[in-house]
């Protein structure tokens, strides 16, 4: 029993000493070194033209990224699991799952190649006043790109896990497909469509490669933050770069919080609520 337990702490301390050297330390350094000066210098960083327009930017990439990436997720889902093609099924799956395995910058130029100057959209694009390379569209464009498998890869598991039992009752009850995606359908993955919404806005909000070929990198236009701390890093301007990183930590953690907070309950609440005597519900 001694040697059982003796092994699982030190599994433990192996763990928790791995994570502290990883996670922690690295992050209270930038918290360490954003506030060293005071918080003056962090305020006038805070208020810099060029990080409000990155974040500004950033946001905006994330609030059309996410929820784009999303709705097509669910769909694409959808497709594959409640009524897969008899043939293509392995390189629909391989599509999804490029953004993947391209490096972000091979992203960032595979965008300039269809939507530059001299790509093959470029010319139209052009004559047509429509700028998509070195402005907000391309980097709105090169976020959706690398973070489009995310909701697909949660939601397939669940969707293959509920099973379309219940879909098929409410279609003999009467319902109609609308009613029973909305009623039925959506609230049985909602924890698989949560869980990649999150990994959708890590991974937008720290996006660097493809954003940086696309974007021109113009301080106070086509920055994002990501770019913004390279930038101010670059110029020996620290201050502001530990400030910057501290805020896109802090989105992340706000993110994570927040999916937190509205996770389901433990399966523990659940088995207790099963074994509660009849009518324990209603008296709650």
Not at 10 to 19: K, V
Not at 192 to 221: C, D, M, N, P, Q
Not at 253 to 279: I, Q, Y
């Amino acid at each position: 029993m001694r040697s059982a337990s003796g092994s699982r702490y030190t599994l433990r301390t192996m763990a928790l000493g791995y994570l502290a050297l990883l996670l922690v330390l690295p992050c209270s350094m930038i918290v360490y070194y954003t506030f060293k000066d005071g918080l003056g210098p962090v305020w006038e960083a805070l208020t810099d033209p060029a990080f409000v327009s990155a974040l500004r930017l950033t946001l905006i990439a994330v609030g059309i990224a996410v929820p784009a990436n999303t709705i097509f997720g669910v769909m694409c889902a959808m497709a594959l699991v409640r009524r897969p093609p008899k043939h293509g099924t392995w390189l629909i799956n391989s599509m999804i799952g490029l953004p993947l395995a391209l490096s972000p910058v091979v992203v960032g130029l595979a965008l300039i190649l269809v939507y530059g100057q001299n790509g093959w959209f470029g010319g139209w694009l052009t004559e047509n006043g429509i700028e998509i390379i070195f402005s907000t569209p391309g980097i709105v464009l090169a976020t959706i790109f690398v973070t489009l498998p995310f909701v697909v890869r949660e939601v397939i598991p669940v969707l293959r896990e509920v099973g379309t039992d219940q879909d098929e009752a409410a279609w003999t009850l009467g319902a109609s497909r609308a009613q029973t995606f909305w009623r039925i359908t959506l609230p049985a993955i909602r924890w698989g469509v949560a869980y990649g919404v999150v990994l959708t806005t890590a991974r937008a909000l720290g996006e660097y490669g493809a954003v940086a070929v696309v974007s021109g990198r113009l301080a106070g236009k086509t920055e994002t933050l990501t770019l913004h701390v390279d930038e101010a890093y670059l110029r020996l301007d620290e201050v502001a770069a530990y400030t910057t990183s501290l805020v896109l930590a802090l989105l992340a953690v706000l993110t994570l919080v927040a999916m937190n907070v509205f996770k389901p309950r433990t399966h523990k609440e659940v088995a207790d609520v099963d074994r509660s005597p009849p009518g324990h519900e209603a008296l709650r």
